[in-house]
Nanobody, 115 residues
Framework: QVQLVESGGGLVQAGGSLRLSCAAS????????MAWYRQAPGKERELVAG???????NYADSVKGRFTVSRDNAKNTVYLQMNSLKPEDTAVYYC?????????WGQGTQVTVSS
């Protein structure tokens, strides 16, 4: 059974920074593509950033230049560094692991950005 546990969320002021972590257990982490999604109240869940097993990254246009996704395979952890945060970044952020038909989700961590 694969477990994904997010951490690092919290309350920050606009312009501030947060670093989210997603720790994986029970999986061959290095083989998985990892991603961060977010969902704000009343809105659909959206892809924020992704990183493949080879280290290639992609970002939603709304976060390009502000967010950076990275992974440390030795620690079985993926990170999302969030800078220049805006109130519209407020959402529950979810970690996702994907290896062919094997897909797993974390429980989410709340990020709130105050104006």
């Amino acid at each position: 059974q694969v477990q994904l546990v997010e951490s690092g969320g919290g309350l920050v002021q606009a312009g501030g920074s947060l670093r989210l972590s997603c720790a994986a257990s029970g999986t061959i982490f290095s083989l998985y593509s990892m991603a961060w999604y977010r969902q704000a109240p009343g809105k659909e869940r959206e892809l924020v950033a992704g990183i493949t097993s080879a280290g290639r990254t992609n970002y939603a246009d709304s976060v390009k230049g502000r967010f950076t996704v990275s992974r440390d395979n030795a620690k079985n952890t993926v990170y999302l560094q969030m800078n220049s945060l805006k109130p519209e970044d407020t959402a529950v952020y979810y970690c996702n692991a994907d290896y062919y038909y094997h897909v797993y989700w974390g429980q989410g961590t709340q990020v709130t950005v105050s104006s």
